[in-house]
């Protein structure tokens, strides 16, 4: 027993200065951002203490609560997509089994890929005159469509690139949680001659519920500071109808120089994505079993 704790105090003490410095790396540029956000400072101006006036500010600015507003909206869609499709593929390899491994090594590549290089495929596939998208529509009697270039398609489009990426992730994750729900279960549903469909809504869906708001919990971290493959894509067009609270705050901070504003908004976003993840956190207590 002594030497039991003796060896975990010791383990303690060697992982000491790596959590010391991870800690470091995360509190100190979080830290340094309050700092900016609570001072009227532009680049290359010396910062003067505004005593918050940078949030009294956002609360009043028509393009915050338009970038909000196209984040969240972008975010729902995604993740909705993400979760549905994502369940879907899990089902399909999960009821196939000789062929999900091969099949599960395939899906990987999508999320993988740098989003830089996502977005700059999309751009290709998806060009109003020589993408691959607008052939299809043709082929099959439809118009040709913008795409990225339009305000009322901007979002939806980004929303399936995104999709595309990610939701082999998602599917990885669900097929995990389907592989360990409890066989006795659908057993005793099929000598109750319970229907696919009825064993999958009343069974399987409720048993899933943690693994899906896991998943939801980790793609929502990344989907509200969406930011790679609309810059690469979209720049926050056309005009600002994919202007995400991301974009904006790059846009503020590295092209307008308006440093502390900028840091006002990303400590704003921040809180929503904490605020976003604390719920999450808490229905999957409920849902637990």
Avoid: C
């Avoid at 993740?79 to 899906?107: E, F, N």
């Avoid at 607008?134 to 913008?146: A, F, I, T, W």
């Amino acid at each position: 027993m002594i030497q039991s704790i003796g060896t975990r105090g010791q383990l303690a003490f060697l992982s000491l200065p790596a959590v010391l410095f991870t800690t470091a790396m995360i509190a100190f540029p979080f830290a340094y951002t309050v700092w900016f956000s609570l001072h009227e400072y532009r680049f290359g101006d010396k910062p003067k203490l505004s005593f918050g006036m940078n949030y009294v500010e956002l609360a009043g600015d028509g393009e915050f609560w338009n970038g909000l507003r196209i984040t969240l909206a972008l975010y729902l869609l995604s993740l909705v997509l993400q979760l549905v499709l994502g369940t879907w593929v899990a089902l399909l390899l999960h009821g196939s089994r000789k062929l999900s491994g091969t099949v599960r090594t395939l899906m990987i590549s999508p999320f993988v890929l740098p989003p830089v290089v996502v977005g700059m495929m999309w751009l290709v596939v998806l060009d109003p005159s020589i993408g691959a998208a607008n052939y299809l529509l043709e082929s099959v009697g439809l118009p040709r469509s913008d795409w990225l270039a339009s305000p009322a398609w901007v979002i939806p489009t980004v929303a399936l690139i995104d999709t595309w990426q990610w939701t082999p992730y998602v599917a990885l994750i669900v097929l995990g949680g389907l592989q360990s729900l409890p066989p006795t279960v659908y057993e005793a549903a099929q000598i109750d001659g319970a229907s696919r469909w009825r064993t999958f809504w009343r069974i399987t869906l409720p048993l899933l519920a943690p693994t899906l708001v896991t998943a939801a919990i980790l793609r929502s971290v990344d989907l509200l500071r969406f930011f790679d493959i609309i810059y690469v894509t979209t720049q926050g067009g056309p005009g600002n109808a994919s202007n995400t609270l991301n974009i904006y705050g790059f846009r503020k901070g590295f092209e307008l120089f308006e440093i502390g504003y900028s840091s006002a908004l990303m400590i704003t976003l921040s809180a929503i994505v904490l605020g976003a993840v604390m719920v999450l956190t808490q229905a999957r207590r409920r849902v637990a079993w």
